[in-house]
């Protein structure tokens, strides 16, 4: 119960029914102690009037204000009748349920299409405006529940999934060798909402003309393509700064962080200046967080094989000498794997024909109407090509059908063009299935099967002319290796060289192994070099096998241990060549978590025991293990370990105090001088207090 403050001395006590409000409106788990409530659906409140003013027989409405305070002749201001009658779930409504001489009983709806954020609610008399009770504040938050709401979801157990679940799957890796990586979305920590919303309040734009950019808050399309540019910092103090190379300065290396509630706080505690550091999984995560807490059905997805096209031809040029260096001649890239977001909406700022899932990307790739930001773009426009709708749409489409061209530079300055792939671009789209944690592949989605009639047709759509010949051919490589590998053992490859003519060939043939950033980056200093003079027989294959030992190659630029493997022959006389390549993943060990209790209670104790095998013939120094989960632990736990010795298993045990009942995920990361973000996670059914319930 809550006083109310009034003018002229005018006294009144609220109840704002929070749990029950709360409950029904799925808010719950933020907060207990404030009203949170959706869009286009009703809650009650009571008024107890403490002055001697009588409900039943003066005239009363409701004032809602919203807007950029302090700002308060900026704010935007609702004024709402009382009736005895029904509800109006079109608009912002109230009725009267019940009233005495001391007490007034209304439920309230607010519009399907209100502005979401802070509201201030006063009661006011009819007859004399400056008779007015404050009663106090809420939150409107987007309602995906509500037909009538743009962010409507007519699936329980989707929303149950992109709006509700607090625990995430990230896929990463290649489209050889996809694995996950667990996260702690965490949207429902109860400061977290007012991180989210300061993070729309701290948007340039709204900084500069508040009161017109704060009523486009009622849009989704205008909050999820806001949250794209505030996410990341590269033209305003978002949240995250990126950093795609060492040395991590001051900062996080993006691989350590297993949740978005850390980075909020820290902005937020940081005076909003942006967290050091992020990469496109943790953009995306960040994303991902803050639109399922305004309400907005939000996915994480991966695209493998993803195509970074900087001069919007739709080709990913690159450029080789015959030592087989790429002389950056061009500033494309393919990347292992790219993580954007899809948000559920309508699209009512275009042509009809692309609700849905939208595209929006925080990773600070390319400038959108000169800021970086991405989408929303249709998912629908991509597949069918629709490039010209807003926003962005060219930009995702080459991100997914991109064709790739590998051109020989000649001493002389000639360029010999040695191969197009026209299917190396948008593999396996990935994102997690509702209700479990497995891989949901959405392919499909995005493109027709490469080489269709349709996929053919889709680019003449997007008035794209793919007319690039393929240079005629009787000589080709290919790469063969053993998956999975894992880090500290021997990686075995095969280079197959194919002469499909009739006479003898005789070959400049080139091996190089270096490492690589799942970004495309290698490094320029080659792990394991080749280089021979070789005769290949007609219409025969020619096999040699190589091995990279852990000796050469090491410890890696990331944590996704990634290895590139090329192979180039040149026939010495007519100069025909070919080029292979292949990435590999070397895979970590994994963390494995074991509760030693037999069941977990809400504020008891809980022992736990980690242990993971070091796969290295090198002891593991300066090793630290960091441990967090929602309603598990507040913060995090970090902890420095004993070094582990080759070849050795370490065992280390924690104690933890679950604070919320429900199933928990744990997530582990564990860091030591050869080895990099080391996960492992474990899902707690945690009970409520026993104590308790029998008292």
């Known amino acids: 119960m809550e006083s109310c403050k009034a003018l002229a001395a ?29 869009r286009g659906q009703c809650f009650d409140i009571k008024v107890t009037f403490t002055d001697g003013y009588n409900p039943q ?54 519009s399907p299409r209100a502005i979401i954020g802070h509201y201030t609610i006063l009661l006011q008399h009819c007859a004399n405006k400056d008779v007015k009770y404050h009663l106090g504040n809420f939150v409107v938050l987007f309602n995906p529940w509500c037909p009538e709401d743009e962010v409507f979801l007519n699936s329980d157990t989707q929303r149950n999934e992109y709006v509700l679940n607090e625990d995430g799957v990230i896929y990463v890796g290649c489209s050889d060798h996809i694995f996950d990586q667990a996260w702690n979305f965490g949207q429902f920590e109860e400061d977290i909402l007012d991180i ?12 500069k003309n508040p009161k017109r950019i704060h009523r486009k808050r009622a849009l989704p399309v205008y909050i999820s393509r806001t949250v794209s540019a505030m996410v990341n910092s590269q033209d305003d103090n978002g949240v995250l700064q990126g950093q795609w190379h060492a040395p991590y300065t001051n900062g996080v290396y993006p691989g350590q962080w297993a949740g978005s509630v850390k980075i909020l706080r820290k902005w937020n505690e940081n005076n909003c200046k942006p967290v050091r550091y992020g990469q496109c999984w943790v953009f995306a995560a960040v994303t991902c967080t803050v639109l399922r807490c305004l309400g907005i059905p939000t996915r994480v997805v991966t695209n493998f094989d993803s195509a970074h096209d900087t001069d919007a031809n739709l080709t990913i040029d690159k450029y080789f000498n015959i030592e087989g260096e790429d002389v950056g001649i061009s500033c494309d890239s393919v990347w292992n794997f790219h993580v954007w977001n899809e948000c559920w909406m309508q699209r009512n700022d275009i042509k009809a024909g692309y609700d849905g899932w939208q595209v929006v990307d925080a990773t600070p790739q ?33 991100e997914v059908n991109a064709h790739c061209v590998n051109w020989l530079l000649l001493s002389d300055g000639a360029k010999v063009k040695m191969d197009i792939d026209t299917e190396q671009v948008g593999h396996k789209i990935s994102t997690k299935k509702c209700g479990v944690d497995e891989r949901e592949d959405l392919t499909h989605l995005y493109k027709y099967p490469d080489g269709s009639i349709e996929e053919e047709e889709i680019f003449r759509n997007a008035n794209i002319i793919q007319n690039i010949p393929q240079p005629e051919k009787t000589l080709y490589v290919s790469l063969i290796s053993d998956q999975p590998i894992y880090k500290g053992k021997p990686v075995s490859v095969t280079v197959v060289i194919s002469n499909k003519s009739s006479v ?33 027989p007609p219409n025969e294959d020619t096999k040699i096998p190589f091995e990279v030992s852990y000796k050469e190659y090491g410890s890696f630029p990331d944590m996704f241990n990634q290895m590139k493997l090329m192979s180039m022959i040149i026939d010495t006389k007519s100069q025909d060549n070919a080029l292979a390549v292949k990435n590999i993943i070397l895979l970590n060990p994994i963390i494995e978590i074991k509760m030693l209790n037999y069941s977990a209670e809400v504020n008891k104790k809980v022992f736990l025991e980690i242990s993971f095998k070091n796969p290295l013939p090198d002891t593991l120094t300066k090793c630290v293990l960091t441990l967090e989960g929602k309603g598990l632990i507040k913060d ?53 207090d026993k104590e308790k319930c029998e008292h």
């Open 57 to 110: 027989t003066m005239g009363l409405e409701l004032i809602f204000k919203t807007g950029p305070v302090p700002h308060k002749s900026r704010n935007t201001i609702i004024e709402v009748p009382l009736h005895s009658d029904s509800i109006n779930v079109k608009r912002w409504s109230a009725v009267v349920t019940s009233a005495t001489s001391k007490e007034l009983c209304l439920t309230i709806s607010p």
């Open 504 to 536: 003898e060939k005789v070959c400049n043939v080139r091996f190089w192994a270096k490492k690589r950033k799942y970004n495309g980056e290698s490094g320029s200093q080659c792990i394991k070099k080749y280089k021979k003079e070789l005769t290949i």
């Open 196 to 207: 989210c919303l300061k993070l729309l309040d701290k948007a340039p734009k709204y900084q």
């Open 636 to 688: 995090q736990i970090t902890m420095q370990c004993e070094d582990v010795p080759a070849n050795q298993v370490t065992k280390i045990r924690q104690e933890i105090k679950p604070h919320k009942e429900g199933k928990r995920k744990l997530l582990a990361d564990f860091d030591c001088s050869l080895l990099q973000n080391v996960k492992g996670s474990l899902m707690i059914d945690v009970q409520k």
């Open 366 to 398: 390319e400038e959108s109407e000169n800021v970086y930001c991405c989408g929303p773009s249709s998912v629908t426009a991509i597949k069918q090509g629709n490039v010209d709708e807003k926003y962005d749409t060219e930009f995702v489409f080459a």
């Open 10 to 38: 005018l006294n009144c006590q609220v109840d704002f029914k929070y749990e029950k409000n709360n409950k029904e409106h799925r808010t719950i788990e933020i907060s207990n102690r404030r009203l949170i409530v959706r």
